[in-house]
DNA sequence: GTACAAATTTAGCTTCTACTAACTTTTAGT
DNA sequence: ACTAAAAGTTAGTAGAAGCTAAATTTGTAC
């Protein structure tokens, strides 16, 4: 068994593990709108009462119909429950998911803003990151924010 | 003209900046597929001489089939370029988009390591975290990088 | 309490990304 | 040169997320 299978082998493990990686960063798209979702619906219970569609829609940039659409999904997969015509409500599932999510992407715009990132940046970027940072990540994040703060 | 206007007006002021943000992420998306393919063609092309189907499809972890589809895509798109059974070549418009992609993947990945991410985590959360970087966020990386190195 | 506006839902369509299974072409071994 | 394996392609399917247009329900102003 000379250097070159070992070097083939060596090749193919690699290309697995990065494989993974790509893999996960899919998985996460698929969960992404979920957390996006859950978050905006608590934010609105919060500040104004109640979540309907048509805030949801605004905040998100999308039609009614989307969101009408995405939130069947979620209450499919049990994260929400709303009856027809009638506003939206978190499961526990929800609330849960809601709850880690927005943690993750405050831990996220902080950070950002303390390494010197202006607000309106920080506040775009952390949105798109949030859904791909690892739990060793944002404890680096945190880390730094305690020394830093 | 009362403070609850000023505040309804705030408020829809407010979503459509969200939304916009949200729209970005979402345009992301849309180029985050490209920006993974043509950057590993050209690791394949510097590493192996060529990118083959079968190559991409081990790394990124999907069918033969679907890079083929996607390949159909980029080409359409002008990234790249495939004759039949024939391995695949980036376009000038596809090296360049690489290497940009290449530049700010590296440079993610680098900022999560001087961070003391470990390395196996600063080389996964970079691949997700990489689309959704904008430039001044990176420039407070790089600058993090030039401080800390 | 009726009419109109706002909100929600439904129907039908598109694109993207993925899959499996079957097929064709190319490459490599003998 | 032939055959088998490897690589690439095609066809058909599915689900997610988006859209527009039309229908329906709810809420409100008079």
């Known amino acids: ?3 070159e299978m070992d070097t083939a082998r060596g090749r193919a493990r690699d290309a697995q593990r990065r494989a ?16 996006d979702y859950v978050e905006l ?4 219970i919060e500040e104004t009462g109640e979540a309907r569609v048509v805030d949801l829609s605004e905040r998100l940039g999308v039609t009614k119909a989307t969101v009408n659409n995405t939130i069947q999904r979620l209450q499919r997969d049990g994260l929400v429950t709303s009856q ?18 927005r943690e993750r992407h405050h831990t996220v715009r902080d950070f950002l803003l303390a390494l010197g990132v202006d607000a ?3 506040e775009a ?14 404890e680096a994040f945190r880390k730094f924010l305690r020394k830093s703060g």
């Open 125 to 138: 970027d952390s949105e798109g990151i949030e859904h791909h940072v690892s739990e060793p990540t944002l």
């Open 1 to 3: 068994m000379g250097d």
């Open 20 to 35: 993974e990686q790509f893999r996960r960063v899919r998985d996460a798209h698929q969960t992404e709108v979920a957390e």
């Open 120 to 122: 309106d940046t920080a």
């Open 84 to 101: 027809p015509y009638r506003s939206i409500f978190l499961t526990e599932k929800g609330r849960t998911l809601a709850e880690t999510s």
């Open 41 to 44: 619906v608590a934010d609105l």
